[in-house]
């Protein structure tokens, strides 16, 4: 279960690993003192790159998916976090309302929603699967891959109120990312626990806001432990409100490609590396598009491409133009990067997301993508303070853990600074 | 890495079994709804004896030794917990004093030490090593086994504060159990956090304190579950401030050991169980004596034997009069007992005490036992909803760990009805 993981692994990032080993406690007791002022995400995963001179969060989703991907030796872990977060939330739960994506029947998708029963069950609540799917009128029993059946039931609203048939929960838990809007009757919940809130939803999210978050913290961050923080952040530059159908609204993406490579350069230079710069241009907000334009000359920037990463037939769009962050992972030859996943402010397992046919440089959350958990020889995730920095796959992780749950206090930065409800004290 | 377990189980401990993997959510809920009136022991162990038709509690541990023993691929879970416990008492933690056994210099004790530190490392504390050997007056290197070495330091008691040069703690956790009273330099350290508390020591606790709560808690539990409260509990009879050194004193041990195999042999004939019941006499509290008589027959009892229990010499003293719960699990032939190990309100691991020379109806805690770590295959200590009862070792762990933590429950009734601090209001 160990996974053959050959890394690339240069100066810098070893003394970045040796840095954070070093300072645990001064890091750990961080999180804490963040986590006492701040809420963490019900759950999430982030997506890191690892380019041997930087490790960068580059996705952090807060409605995660892919939990059949962590290793089975690891669940007692997510169990014992779902137990925390859920006695801190509401210790006299019973019930938990658990609504998948209701467009999502792969069996992969079906696996992970299963292991997410089981995490909650496990953690000692009644867990059902309500459905958003408005053609599932009656309990629709779905059978799974490995034999097992999950039971899709119709949601029941009753005035301020959602359950199922004799079915009320304390707790709704949404494992579906809200793109298309928040829909009716997930509206006005106001005497139960909805998990995460609604405006962490992709019809509402802007992933601006979530890397300004983190910008800030890996400043926080990189000041307490003296670094650059750059070492720990991809740079990044906003397009707000632009009109990807004017010429002028194209060019205003070319200037931020081109102002966030300048930076990139300059960092290259400044720690003698010999790579080529690329951006990344990706939706900020939800507008249809998925697809991500790579950037190696932002004079080659198609003004077609970025008008499908937008969305086709979106009017005027926010683009986050990121700081291409290669990962220099590899597993047998293919290219990896890591996903890191957590359960409120505790990191519960991870994978490695493995592409054969993909370059250091592209993103490999892409069609023919494979999962490999992450899992450790005897020792779990703990990184051994002795070790050779590099050398155990177990010190890597904790690094990743580290920036994982970095990108998790910006979430909650993020999900502050949006909340609809939030009182204003002034 | 998967003990070799073979039960003997027969009806009821897998109608137990049933029952509680069953009603997961109402214990779980339950322990929740314990831990919000109730501080739980900072850490503790449990010994338990499974007879098969019984699962009981029969000792509690609040200063637990043995941490080496449990399995590497648990320590992630032993770190979650200390850090969810840090995260309650002291968030602002930066440095953990831990104070070992002194008169302990035994290997396995120091291997153990060494993992408690590394335990605390990774949740994020400076751990350094105080030590109460009044000999050791300046740092001093023990090397372990594994060609570790641990660095114990002479303590320095400021005023108010106790700390090490250079070392100033917010929290000092106490690893040996107190038995010869409170040294004076841990009195009187109010604006510390002293874990566990003095009044857990073995100078002051007693014994009867614990099963009186356990056996409130049993009851309650197995109203919660509608069972009989015997099925969880091993009855007892309290013999207080008895002169052994009188036939009267021997005689009052006898009534009690009467009383309680009485009742066993009532419930073995409620249930069918076709075992001789048996007794067994320890001393409630500290009072030099360490060995435990085990009493077929109240009439056999050995007053010399008695007076070895309470310790040479003793005045009078309180014993505890148990019933006898014989442990059915064996490992390659050898009698097994499961002991469960928890950090705060968590079950982090545990291990079977292994003993080739002694019979079911034995004491294991002898010269002789082995340790092997509690291991699962994949799954972890999960139970899986669909497996035949009994058929699984993760299906038993939960029901170990469910005992545990009733007995870790009654151990903070017991610290709570013991404090010498607490406040009354009335």
Redesign the interface.
């Known amino acids: ?1 160990v996974p053959h993981l050959v890394t690339a692994l240069t100066g810098p990032i070893n003394e970045l690993e040796q840095r954070m080993l070093e300072s ?6 961080w ?3 963040e ?2 002022e701040h809420t963490p995400p019900f759950y999430c995963a982030v997506d890191l790159r690892n380019a041997g001179f930087k490790l960068a969060p580059v996705d952090t989703e807060l409605f995660p998916r892919r939990f059949n991907n962590l ?7 997510a ?3 779902a ?2 977060a ?2 801190k939330i509401c ?4 019930n938990l309302l658990l609504i998948p994506d209701p467009a999502d029947r792969s069996p992969f998708y079906l696996l992970s929603v299963q292991r997410l029963m ?1 995490i909650f ?6 867990v059902r699967l309500g459905t958003l799917d408005p053609a599932i009128k009656a309990p629709t029993a779905v059978t799974l891959p490995d034999g ?1 059946e999950l039971r899709f039931e119709p949601l029941k609203r009753q005035r301020g109120r959602l359950g199922l048939k004799d079915f009320d929960p304390c707790t709704i838990l949404l494992n579906t990312d809200l793109a298309d809007g928040v829909p009716q009757v997930l509206q006005g919940l106001y005497e139960q626990y909805l998990l995460p809130p609604l405006h962490a939803g992709w019809s509402v999210r802007s992933m601006l806001h979530h890397f300004q978050a983190y910008e800030e913290l890996a400043k926080k961050f990189a000041k307490l432990l003296g670094m650059d923080p750059w070492l720990i952040h991809p740079g990044y530059g906003r397009c707000e409100n632009v009109d990807l159908a004017q010429a002028a609204g194209v060019e205003a993406v070319r200037a931020q490609a081109d102002a966030v490579m300048a930076k990139v350069r300059r960092k290259y230079k400044e720690y003698g590396i010999r790579e080529r710069p690329f951006a990344v241009v990706k939706a900020a907000t939800f507008s249809g598009g998925k697809a991500i334009v790579t950037l190696r000359d932002p004079k080659e920037l198609d003004a077609a491409a970025l008008r499908d990463a937008a969305g086709a037939g979106a009017g005027r769009v926010s683009l986050l133009v990121q700081e291409g962050v290669p990962t220099y992972e590899r597993m047998n030859d293919a290219v990896a990067e890591p996903v890191v996943y957590m359960i409120d402010r ?1 990191v519960v397992g991870g994978f490695y997301r493995v592409h054969a046919e993909r370059g250091a440089d592209e993103v490999l959350s892409a069609p023919g993508s494979k999962y490999v958990p992450l899992a450790f020889a ?6 051994r ?2 070790d050779k920095p590099g050398a155990s796959a177990p010190n890597r992780f904790y690094m990743y853990g580290v920036i994982g749950r970095l990108a998790s206090v910006a979430a909650s930065y993020e999900l502050e600074a949006t909340d609809p409800e939030a009182e204003v004290y002034g």
């Open positions: 279960m645990m406690p001064a890091i750990e007791r999180f804490r003192l986590w006492m290793t089975l030796e690891m669940l007692p872990l169990v014992q976090a137990m925390a859920i006695e210790p006299e739960a019973k089981q069950h496990q953690a000692g609540l009644n097992g505790y005897p020792g779990g995730q703990l990184p303070p002795g």
